[in-house]
């Protein structure tokens, strides 16, 4: 019962944690200072979080981008909300220029809010700015943000103009004086509030449009680029989440965006694992069942712990030597016939000498008679028991194993082979069993001890032998 308790109360353990690792993904993805600025990760005044969710609620088809480079499908508006952090002058961690112009040639805008002339905007033709990068306040605008410091304390210069339309027509350079100060011919139906925005020098060329300016210069633009176009926005505060509904600054982005699909641009801002393995688990969705299965494995192990039980088998006896050979006569004895016992005995103890002597099995008595006299008492002491307990073992036939005992016809009574003139001597000389009990049950007690003691003196004449050999080299 306490197991099924502790696999259930695992279980929900585990339920509780998926549930809770969702919930926190989804806060943490949202995070505040330490998400980058401007990401769309940031709900804080500075973060380009609510123009994010308000498209997903929209139903316009928007993604962010956390990769070096746009896919090969990927079609519609790319929006880039830069800061000075970006490097957006030399690339840095930006996507590549030539990319993008070819993506925009295809048909597709790219939109970038920023303070400065990116590698983009020069690459593609746009008009310069006018000493952006020297100007005081936008200087001190970009840090305000960048640190995510309060907007009510915004060292920045309010900018509200008119947005240019497409049934408008744009601010004429050359009005006349009584003409309203922004140089609108008609008045604009839209109003757009930037921080401390970059000024575009004027240019006449056909493939740029004002979108919004006066006739000190131009906030907003948009260059056509193939079949697609890139606009520009003098600062990223129109679509930050603290000025996104400043005037008519949403409806001017929702405007630019049209019904999508729209491509959040994390990149720039140092979000994303392009060309890792991190970054296939993160876009296929691994990650969080890589952790999930960790944290399975560790509640198991947990669960599992203590319940199984604790196989501890006591250690093996260690056996001497004499023990095991004491042993293997025992099941000689008691397994075999006393004849069989005493020839398998007698062939493993004369090869065990011959490999000892380095001799032949049937050369043992002859090499035994050259070693020291220690040795060679010891291998006839072996000779004499091996002769002794073949005294005791009923004579058989060599031909079909038939005991002879008592036998006077000089001829075995199963297949009539002649006995020969050893074995009969043996018969004659051996006394005939009490009758009524067997050979086996006389004399069985007795091979138990007797192969026994074979084995064990013949273990001690090998390792003596050896140990001689070893010494006289």
């Excluded at 804080?44 to 993604?63: C, K």
């Excluded at 048909?107 to 020297?134: E, Y």
């Excluded at 744009?170 to 609108?184: R, V």
């Excluded at 296929?284 to 560790?298: C, E, N, R, S, T």
Aim: aromatic share 4%; with cysteine.
């Amino acid at each position: 019962m306490n197991r099924k308790l502790t696999i259930a109360v695992t279980l929900l353990a585990l339920a509780l944690m998926v549930w809770a690792f969702y919930l926190l993904a989804e806060v943490a993805t949202r995070g505040g200072d330490a998400s980058p600025v401007y990401s769309t990760r940031r709900h804080d005044p500075y973060g380009t979080a609510a123009i994010y969710d308000l498209l997903r609620q929209r139903g316009i088809p928007v993604r962010t981008l956390e990769r070096s480079r746009l896919e090969s499908t990927d079609h519609g508006v790319l929006v880039q909300v830069l800061s000075d952090d970006d490097n957006v002058e030399t690339g840095g961690s930006s996507l590549r220029p030539d990319e993008l112009i070819n993506w925009m040639t295809e048909g597709n805008t790219v939109i970038q809010f920023s303070r400065q002339t990116t590698s983009l905007m020069k690459q593609a033709g746009a008009p310069p700015a006018v000493n952006a990068d020297s100007f005081g306040p936008f200087q001190s605008a970009a840090a305000h943000e960048i640190h995510g410091l309060p907007p009510d304390r915004h060292p920045g210069f309010l900018v509200t103009v008119g947005w240019n339309s497409e049934h408008q027509t744009q601010p004429d350079t050359n009005a006349a004086k009584d003409s309203s100060d922004d140089g609108w011919a008609s008045p604009p139906s839209r109003m757009i509030s930037l921080r401390s925005p970059m000024l575009l020098v004027p240019v006449t060329d056909s493939r740029w449009r004002t979108l919004a300016g006066t006739r000190q210069g131009t906030y907003a633009g948009e260059l056509r680029v193939g079949r697609g176009k890139l606009i520009i926005i003098g600062a990223p505060t129109p679509i930050l989440n603290h000025s996104l509904l400043e005037n008519d600054n949403l409806e001017v982005v929702l405007s630019l965006i049209g019904s999508g699909p729209v491509i959040m641009d994390e990149w720039s801002h140092g979000i994303g694992h392009g060309g890792t393995i991190m970054e296939m688990l993160r876009r296929i969705g691994l990650l969080p069942v890589l952790l999930q299965l960790v944290f399975v494995i560790a509640l198991y192990t947990w669960s599992t712990r203590g319940h199984r039980p604790q196989e501890i088998d006591d250690p093996p006896r260690l056996r001497s030597s004499v023990e095991q050979i004491e042993t293997l006569g025992h099941l000689y004895s008691q397994s075999l016939k006393a004849e069989a016992a005493h020839t398998l005995v007698t062939q493993a103890v004369r090869k065990r000498m011959a490999k000892a002597l380095r001799c032949r099995p049937a050369d043992v008595e002859k090499r035994a008679a050259q070693l020291p006299p220690a040795l060679a008492a010891q291998a006839q002491e072996i000779s004499d028991a091996l002769r002794q307990t073949e005294r005791e073992s009923a004579p058989l036939c060599k031909q079909c194993g038939y005991d002879l005992t008592g036998n006077t016809s000089g001829t075995c009574p199963e297949c009539r082979t002649p006995i020969p003139m050893r074995t009969r001597q043996r018969i004659a000389s051996e006394p005939l069993p009490q009758p009524g009990k067997k050979r086996s049950e006389t004399k069985h007690h007795r091979y138990d001890v007797q192969l026994s003691r074979i084995l064990t003196l013949s273990s001690e004449f090998v390792r003596e032998a050896t140990r001689v050999r070893t010494h006289q080299r």
